[in-house]
């Protein structure tokens, strides 16, 4: 039996957003603006061979430039969730947006893995161009270079076994090379959507979210995630207040969720 995971959502910020902000050409939906919340999160897997941490939130300086609200810091968060960062085996970034990549620096031993699409994109030139650049910060994708200098990042094809029971799978859209995470659980699958899936109403109501590097693959990405839940997996989506209300499971705070024992 492939090895099994607790898994836990850790909100470490939010902010307030509308649905024309989010939904990608809302007005094409024809329906008035309402307030939407966002929330920020980062996901940690843990049996008891291994901790994998799934994405590292953003930095202080990342989002408040932004102005969203950072309730915890990364490591503060961790450890609100009984983990401390330097316990950390692996960190997979399912792609290099400020809020997934910003916290990284807390992580002072892990390997840290991502696609090789989404590395090579966000160093290369396309990604310094404006609708692309505003997304990152040029000091934490220069991290992930320093990163690779020093050989703790591992680049992933399109497909990849992080370790027993998680696995990487490439779909794009959102960005070139956005992964999403799935991992056994003593409850079945669950897959760790990130930004592949904002709010459930991108999936339920075949809706594209505002910021997207490719519309056709960010639509294929549905439909590959929807195969993926019709065979039985669950999916957390990577910024839905909804989150909290489908996967009711109370951690040790409010903040903490519990996405399966
Ligand atoms: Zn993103």
């Given at each position: 039996m492939s090895e099994q995971y607790e898994v836990l959502a850790i909100r470490y910020g939010t902010r307030q957003a509308s649905a024309a902000e989010v939904f990608?050409?809302?007005?094409a939906y024809r329906e008035p603006d309402r307030p939407l919340r966002m929330d920020y999160f980062f996901w940690v897997a843990r049996s008891p061979a291994r901790t994998v941490v799934i994405d590292t939130g953003f930095s202080p300086a990342g989002g408040a430039s932004r102005g969203r609200t950072m309730l915890l810091d990364t490591a503060a968060a961790l450890r609100a969730a009984g983990?401390?960062?330097?316990?950390?085996?692996q960190v997979v970034l399912t792609h290099a947006h400020y809020d997934h990549i910003?916290?990284?620096?807390?992580?002072?031993?892990a390997e840290v893995l991502m696609t090789r699409a989404e590395y090579d994109f966000w160093t290369g030139?396309?990604?310094?161009r404006g609708q692309f650049a505003h997304t990152t910060e040029a000091s934490e994708l220069g991290h992930l270079r320093a990163l690779r200098d020093a050989g703790r990042l591992t680049l992933t094809g399109?497909?990849?076994?992080?370790?027993?029971g998680l696995e990487l799978t490439q779909l794009g859209g959102h960005t070139p090379g956005q992964a999403v995470v799935t991992v056994a659980t003593r409850e079945g699958p669950v897959i760790l959507a990130s930004d592949a899936v904002h709010y459930y109403e991108e999936l339920e109501r075949d809706r594209p979210f505002?910021?997207?590097?490719?519309l056709a693959d960010m639509y294929a990405a549905f439909d590959r995630i929807r195969e993926m839940s019709q065979g039985g997996a669950r999916v957390v989506a990577g910024h839905d207040p909804l989150v909290a209300a489908r996967f009711g499971g109370r951690g040790r705070t409010d903040d903490v969720i519990r996405i399966s024992a």
């Open positions: 990608l050409n809302y007005h983990q401390e960062p330097d316990a950390v085996a910003g916290g990284l620096p807390a992580f002072t031993r030139p396309m990604g310094r399109p497909a990849h076994a992080v370790a027993p505002s910021t997207v590097a490719n």
